[in-house]
């Protein structure tokens, strides 16, 4: 059975996406933590970061950064966390590369744990 985020890469589960290059994408958390909690994906399959190429680093960046710009401005925040869990042990369900971003707000309470 083929992975749920290489299914969601390839477009044979519809997601909309909040922003993408040519080796990542992000969409929303299907089960948010905080409001606008989104996932950064490879389209290519690795199972986790020590996987990614090296040469992904600079794409892998500029979608970080440029979906937190998106989701910034449609749900504002202060802050934010970078998660990404690598291996079971860690709290790893997915085993395809994603990072978590999670927007922080005063007052506002993460709704679990991620880890
Ligand atoms: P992990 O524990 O592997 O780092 O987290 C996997 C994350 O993927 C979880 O936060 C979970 O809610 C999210 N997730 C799992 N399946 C789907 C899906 O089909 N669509 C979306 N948008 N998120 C998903
Ligand atoms: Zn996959």
Redesign the pocket.
């Given at each position: 059975m083929e992975c749920?985020f290489c299914k969601?890469s390839k477009g044979e589960?519809k997601?909309r996406k909040i922003y993408e290059n040519k080796n990542f994408f992000s969409?929303?958390?299907?089960?948010p933590v905080s409001e606008g909690h989104s996932?950064v994906i490879s389209k290519e399959h690795f199972e986790n970061f020590l996987d990614l190429r090296n040469n992904l680093g600079d794409d892998l960046i500029e979608c970080v950064k440029e979906t937190i710009s998106i989701i910034k401005k449609e749900k504002p925040f202060e802050g934010f966390n970078l998660v990404n869990?690598n291996s079971e042990v860690a709290?790893?369900?997915?085993k395809h590369f994603?990072l978590?971003i999670i927007p922080r707000r005063k007052g506002e309470k993460l709704k679990s744990h991620?880890?």
């Open positions: 749920i969601i589960i997601s969409i929303f958390d299907i089960n996932l869990n709290g790893q369900i997915v994603h978590h991620l880890f």
